[in-house]
């Protein structure tokens, strides 16, 4: 059964970068289309980002723009979220999850494998 595990979370000031990964372990991404989402403190769940297993992907304006970057590297079995630029409004719990297939889509309820989730606080 796949299980995903992210990192790469943490305190950064305004205007800084970190990059989450999305490890899977027990079996491989390849067959995955792979998306970010986050969660803050009294809001709902929203989507980031989501890329396919051919690398396609999509961003959502609000949430991240062009400050966000997803990629993945698929021998590694590891999806990346690099985000630059970061401002105090994206603090956030920060999941990875995964759906069989190749379409994009930033809905949650397609997906039905996630991560526990790694906590980003953008504060000086």
């Known amino acids: 059964q796949l299980q995903l595990v992210e990192s790469g979370g943490g305190l950064v000031q305004p205007g800084g970068s970190l990059r989450l990964s999305c490890v899977a372990s027990?079996?491989?991404?390849?067959?995955?289309?792979v998306a970010w989402f986050r969660q803050a403190p009294g809001k709902e769940r929203e989507g980031i980002a989501c890329i396919t297993p051919s690398g396609a992907s999509a961003t959502d304006v609000d949430s991240g723009g062009d400050r966000f970057l997803i990629s993945r590297d698929n021998a590694k079995k590891t999806v990346y979220l690099q985000m630059n630029r970061l401002k105090p409004e994206d603090t956030a719990v920060y999941y990875c999850?995964?759906?069989?297939?190749?379409?994009?889509?930033?809905?949650?309820?397609?997906?039905?494998?996630w991560g526990q989730g790694t906590q980003v606080t953008v504060s000086s």
């Open positions: 027990r079996e491989t991404l390849d067959d995955n289309t």
């Open positions: 999850a995964a759906r069989s297939g190749s379409s994009l889509s930033l809905e949650d309820t397609r997906y039905g494998t």
